[in-house]
């Protein structure tokens, strides 16, 4: 068996309402990631560290502080073009994007669906491709032993938890909207079987002072 831990990237800028905007860290965000990388340096284990080609993944990969393990980019570990395809939803149905937690809650599985049912624009990532490139990314991570660290994001993570659960739509959506920033999440590859080990983890911030570092936006 092989086991590879997943990591969500920190808290990206979250009154962002384009891909640009939102892609670099906040200064909490920093933090959230400094705070875990002294967490893995403490356990150990890690012998390398693979992360997606986004500003906010490659800012979290280096706030983790394990310089001293080979470190590459895998753009496979990229996020879904959630902007994009809200733009897509509110050409079709006319549903703007949503202005705050309890709207955005609504806003995620109605983008997915609709992203599911091959209603995107053409030129947009298919949501079967989307699927298979992640898939193969956390494959081939595999193949190259345990020990790995991959700093990704959000619809990532959730995407592999339905895979290796047997998730329908709605379930996976749910878990989009309960992965907070840099939390750990641990995959386990028996044979070709990809197995959920872990979900959600978050031992650098239980803290009692940093409770309030707990961000899902």
């Not at 831990?5 to 920190?10: A, E, F, N, S, W």
């Not at 992360?51 to 570990?77: F, I, K, V, W, Y």
């Not at 938890?161 to 309960?178: I, Q, S, V």
């Not at 979900?199 to 409770?211: E, I």
Request: proline share 5%; charged share 25%; glycine share 8%.
């Amino acid at each position: 068996m092989t086991a590879l831990t997943l990591i969500r990237h920190g808290q990206a800028n979250s009154h962002a309402r384009n891909e640009a905007e939102y892609d670099r860290l906040s200064s909490l965000g920093h933090q959230q990631a400094r705070w875990l990388g002294e967490h893995l340096r403490s356990i150990g284990g890690f012998d390398r560290v693979v992360s997606g080609s986004m500003r906010r993944q490659r800012e979290t990969a280096a706030g983790l502080n394990l310089d001293a393990r080979p470190q590459r980019e895998d753009p496979r570990l990229n996020e879904l073009d959630y902007f994009a395809l809200s733009k897509a939803l509110e050409a079709r149905d006319g549903i703007p994007f949503p202005d705050g937690p309890m709207a955005f809650a609504a806003h995620v599985p109605q983008v997915l669906q609709m992203w599911r049912e091959g209603h995107a624009a053409p030129d947009h990532e298919t949501y079967d491709h989307f699927r298979a490139r992640v898939f193969g990314a956390l494959t081939d991570a595999a193949r190259d032993g345990p020990g790995a660290v991959l700093v990704t994001s959000t619809g990532v993570i959730a995407t592999l938890c339905a895979l290796a659960l047997g998730l329908e739509a709605e379930m996976k959506a749910r878990m989009f909207l309960r992965i907070m920033n840099t939390s750990v999440h641990r995959f386990v590859f028996d044979g070709d079987t990809l197995h959920l080990a872990q979900f959600g983890a978050t031992p650098h911030l239980d803290l009692p002072d940093r409770h309030a570092a707990r961000t899902y936006y």
